[in-house]
């Protein structure tokens, strides 16, 4: 089944403790993208990436990390989270330059204290 | 000032009717336009994705972009309850660039 996951699905942390939320994809897709999820806000992006090694700045990348070593994972990275990192994030993967958004993962609710 | 605005609703229809989403944008480079649906508590699942003038049809969805107007709209003919959900708008930047902006989302009641 072609599929974007994400882990954990929840998870409750302390400031300042760091933490990483992974994601794969078993569609060979070359484009994956993380966003954060907020009420009134919206879905922005984080980081992107086009391919293993290419990674590029979304419109909200203040606080986070994110690697592409191989082609189906693509972690995001929070050094020293804070409670305004608290938020519900959706990895994303695409095929290329059109259909790039075609499948979010179920989410990774994230609560920061 | 928000770079793709929708309004957020509920908008509310009766079973069977045509209801219609707007979006607006304001980067006029914009070169690729979707439709995505998010039922409460789920991830957001790709409709339909535009990239040129005009109507693009996919069953009982219609895209319709005026790149003049920077503006895009979702049509869903014979609306159900199963439909009852929110409609996220998002637009990818110029070629070259793969950032994508999203709208806040209308949210679509479907009244049985």
């Not at chain 2, 929110?86 to 070629?95: E, F, I, M, N, Q």
Request: proline letters at 5%.
């Amino acid at each position: 089944e072609a599929q974007v996951t994400q882990n954990p699905r929840y998870l409750i942390t302390v400031t300042g403790k760091k933490l990483t939320v992974t994601c794969s994809q078993n569609m060979n897709h070359e484009y994956m993208s993380w966003y954060r999820q907020d009420p009134g806000l919206g879905l922005r992006q984080i980081y992107y990436s086009m391919n293993v090694e290419v990674t590029d700045k979304g419109d909200v990348p203040e606080g986070y990390k994110v690697s592409r070593k191989e082609k189906r994972n693509f972690p995001l990275i929070l050094e020293s989270p804070s409670p305004n990192q608290t938020s519900l994030y959706f990895c994303a993967s695409g095929l290329g330059q059109m259909n790039t958004e075609a499948f979010f993962g179920q989410g990774t609710r994230l609560t920061v204290v | 000032q928000k770079e793709v605005e929708q309004n957020s609703g509920p908008l509310s229809v009766p079973e069977g009717a045509i209801a219609s989403l707007n979006c607006t944008y304001s980067d006029r480079g914009s070169q690729s336009f979707f439709w995505y649906r998010q039922y409460s508590g789920k991830s957001p699942e790709l409709i339909m994705s535009i990239y040129s003038n005009g109507d693009k049809e996919d069953g009982r969805f219609t895209a319709q972009l005026n790149k003049a107007s920077q503006h895009v709209s979702l049509l869903i003919r014979d609306s159900q309850p199963s439909d009852s959900a929110t409609y996220l708008c998002a637009v990818k930047g110029p070629s070259g660039t793969y950032k994508y902006i999203f709208g806040t989302g209308t949210r679509l009641k479907v009244l049985a």
